[in-house]
């Protein structure tokens, strides 16, 4: 936004680009699933590297529009979509006043199974369930008050996966992984004694496969009644050393909705799985560097923002799990290039800035120590976890655990991705890397010996 702002309205898109940002940017990300990946579509998006095509149209668009939102031609409800970095900081700084997290599409995602979260929350109620969230997930915090407890638990599922890859000849594929990255989320989450109840897993599966279709598919009322009676259970246990138990302990009030929030830490740490799995092929394809991390990582004191966790950043970076942003903005609003009328959706597509040639340095490659500088990637929009006043209040949690497990299973092996040229540090990293497609291949380490990636 800017002072010396335009009265007239803001640029719009013709008709054929709209269409072409439907058709490259928006489509193929929904196909994938917003809430609940399609394995099946990420594998298609992948191989015809449709999300490059995303990142080209907003890049031609950027050149003939310049800054400001564009708005898109599209029935029923102003939309723009944010082409210009600054614009960017700009939308996330000033969330949730005049761009809030409610947005209208992904309101009616999130109500299938979390309708009176944070995220989809407006006014008193979203600033009270936002402090509880800060509060229970630490935020503000770049170690949690339950992070040894938690570092426990990613070890002892580490050992138990690597014994259980024994059994597999040797091969380590997604589905392996993702049960015992279930079994870690339900332990931090709910506690040790969540660790093999797959039924709640499953029924939060479903309500999101429901929620990907939004206002489209009808609510499943029964099955998300009893989900939260699922979690109610947790919540009366409030098992030590788990997010539950910490939620138990705040004494919430019934507007701040408490067992509400719970859904969203569940899910949001799959997507976290995912990036924990591509940073593992990462560190394949760059051993040099997958070694300076595991030396660190066994050091005494491992820095702030150590190499592992740098990876992890790295996968959400060239690979974002949330790549569309949303905000709606509450009230008109005055750009330097026009007007931006009230309840526009805001569309930051997550992609574009985080792989834009033009001005980023070696966009398209592993460049890991950017993360590891003070200043990290600077004012320009790297936004693996949102940012702003709306930023994931879990970061921290979703850092400290996904760098744990890499360094738990490295710890324990030695893994070659399988093909080896699937990811090839030499080249251009591609525009997606499906997690449901990778397998890794372990080879058992020799005593003594220096564990690489």
């Not at 699933?33 to 449709?50: H, N, S």
């Not at 996330?92 to 409610?102: I, N, Q």
């Not at 009230?331 to 800035?353: E, M, N, V």
Request: with cysteine; hydrophobic share 40%; glycine share 4%.
């Amino acid at each position: 936004m800017d002072r010396r702002s335009n009265p007239a309205p803001l640029p719009t898109a013709t008709l054929s680009e709209t269409i072409a940002i439907v058709c490259r940017v928006i489509a193929p990300n929904v196909a994938k699933g917003v809430i609940r990946r399609r394995p099946k579509i990420v594998g298609v998006v992948e191989r015809f590297a449709l999300d490059a095509q995303g990142v080209q149209q907003l890049q031609a668009l950027s050149q003939k529009y310049g800054r400001g939102p564009l708005m898109l031609k599209v029935p029923g409800k102003p939309m723009a979509v944010v082409l210009d970095p600054a614009d960017a900081n700009d939308v996330l700084e000033h969330t949730p006043e005049p761009f809030a997290t409610d947005e209208r599409l992904k309101r009616s995602a999130l109500g299938h199974f979390e309708p009176e979260m944070a995220l989809v929350s407006s006014g008193k109620a979203r600033e009270k369930r936002r402090a509880l969230n800060e509060r229970v997930l630490q935020s503000s915090c770049p170690r949690h008050t339950f992070a040894e407890a938690f570092t426990r638990i990613v070890e002892e599922e580490a050992e138990q996966l690597v014994a259980r890859v024994g059994t597999r000849f040797d091969e380590l594929d997604w589905a392996t992984f993702h049960v015992t990255w279930e079994r870690i989320v339900r332990r931090i989450v709910l506690g040790d004694i969540a660790r093999y109840d797959r039924t709640l897993t499953k029924e939060l599966a479903t309500l999101r496969k429901a929620a990907n279709w939004g206002f489209m598919h009808p609510k499943r009322k029964r099955l998300q009644q009893r989900f939260e009676r699922h979690l109610a259970f947790y919540y009366q246990r409030a098992e030590p050393n788990s997010l539950m138990a910490m939620l138990s302990a705040q004494g919430a009030e019934s507007e701040q909705a408490p067992l509400q929030q719970v859904p969203q830490w569940l899910f949001a740490f799959e997507p976290a799985g995912m990036a924990a799995f591509r940073a593992l092929a990462l560190l394949c394809a760059h051993p040099e560097f997958a070694a300076q991390a595991m030396a660190e990582a066994d050091g005494t004191s491992p820095p702030a923002v150590d190499r592992l966790t740098a990876s992890v950043l790295e996968s959400l970076r060239l690979w974002p799990t949330t790549p569309l942003i949303l905000r709606q903005s509450t009230r008109l609003t005055q750009w330097k290039q026009g007007t931006l009328p009230a309840h526009t959706s805001l569309l930051i597509h997550t992609p574009y800035f985080h792989r834009d040639e033009r001005y980023l340095h070696a966009a398209h490659q592993f460049m890991p120590e950017m993360w590891l500088t003070p200043d990290g990637p600077g004012q320009w929009p790297l936004v693996p976890f949102s940012g702003g006043p709306g930023v994931c209040p879990g970061r921290h949690i979703v850092l400290l655990v996904t760098s744990r497990l890499l360094a738990a299973l490295q710890r324990r092996a030695r893994w070659t991705l399988q093909p080896p040229e699937k990811l090839n540090g030499q080249v251009p990293m591609p525009s997606l890397l499906s997690p449901f497609h990778l397998r890794f291949r372990r080879e058992h380490l020799q005593p003594n010996s220096a564990t690489t990636a």
